[in-house]
């Protein structure tokens, strides 16, 4: 044996063979031990931060903002299909009908789409209160804070029910009846009178959720209310003009 330091140490086989030293056996698990006790902790760490930074998702109560809204909203909704399929069925022209047809497609599936939350809610279709109690709530920034009403305690009754606020821009039940009775122009001419208030209040309402709710998908729905129901109120101002 040559070339061997005085520290180096080698092996030599039963048949005289020279081997090369072997590493350690503990050497090796101290670090295969350490390896998976790091795995470990990352896997800890990453669970943890996960955990903190991931915003929990609430769900709504049944007095809250998101509720009465997508309750109101529906009833809102519901009415401007009603006069939208009204016109289309007493005029010609064109763009009145694809007008009706555009509003009554997107607001039957607005509307549905708050029928689901409120299932997947766990919470009731009509509301305990009445109607736009909601809207007494106060605004985030607290702006808007209104504290004389007690919802928790105001079952709906027939009295509260007939006393509750009317939404904003429905039309009256005259103004539908007589919507029914007239053909061409004046009926394109009422409808869009009608509707111009319609979505003017439908943009209020959906603005008093956005300023009440940090609900990301029921903001969501309000803000894509709030844009398209604006550039219609422009729309149908010309429209109307048109025929004035």
């Known amino acids: 044996m040559t070339g061997l330091g005085t520290g180096d140490v080698e092996e030599v086989d039963d048949r005289g063979h020279d081997h090369p030293p072997a590493?350690?056996?503990?050497?090796?698990?101290?670090?295969?031990?350490?390896?998976?006790?790091?795995a470990v902790l990352l896997l800890v760490v990453g669970l943890v931060?996960?955990?903190?930074?991931?915003?929990?998702?609430?769900?709504?109560?049944?007095?809250?903002?998101?509720?009465?809204?997508?309750?109101?909203?529906?009833?809102?909704?519901?009415?401007?299909?009603?006069?939208?399929l009204t016109v289309r069925d007493e005029t010609t022209d064109p763009e009145i009908r694809q007008l009706a047809y555009d509003i009554a497609t997107s607001q039957g599936q607005q509307?549905?789409?708050?029928?689901?939350?409120?299932?997947?809610?766990?919470?009731?279709?009509?509301?305990?209160?009445?109607?736009m109690t909601w809207m007494t709530l106060p605004t985030l920034d607290q702006s808007q804070a209104e504290h004389g009403m007690n919802m928790a305690s105001m079952a709906a009754t027939?009295?509260?029910?007939?006393?509750?606020?009317?939404?904003?821009?429905?039309?009256?039940?005259?103004?539908?009846?007589k919507l029914q009775t007239l053909t061409g122009v004046d009926a394109e001419k009422l409808f869009l009178t009608l509707m111009i208030a319609h979505h003017q209040g439908g943009v209020e309402m959906a603005e008093a959720l956005v300023a009440r709710s940090t609900?990301?998908?029921?903001?969501?729905?309000?803000?894509?209310?709030?844009?398209?129901q604006t550039s219609e109120i422009t729309y149908m101002q010309q429209l109307l003009a048109a025929r004035s």
């Open 158 to 177: 027939d009295a509260t029910i007939a006393a509750s606020p009317t939404m904003p821009g429905m039309a009256s039940s005259a103004d539908l009846a």
């Open 215 to 228: 609900n990301t998908d029921v903001v969501a729905l309000a803000n894509t209310i709030i844009t398209a």
């Open 49 to 84: 931060v996960g955990r903190v930074t991931t915003p929990v998702a609430t769900t709504p109560g049944t007095l809250s903002a998101e509720a009465g809204f997508a309750r109101d909203m529906q009833v809102h909704h519901q009415q401007a299909i009603d006069m939208a």
């Open 23 to 38: 590493p350690s056996s503990s050497r090796a698990l101290r670090l295969r031990i350490a390896l998976i006790l790091g």
């Open 111 to 131: 509307a549905g789409q708050m029928y689901a939350w409120l299932n997947l809610w766990g919470l009731p279709q009509v509301s305990p209160v009445p109607q």
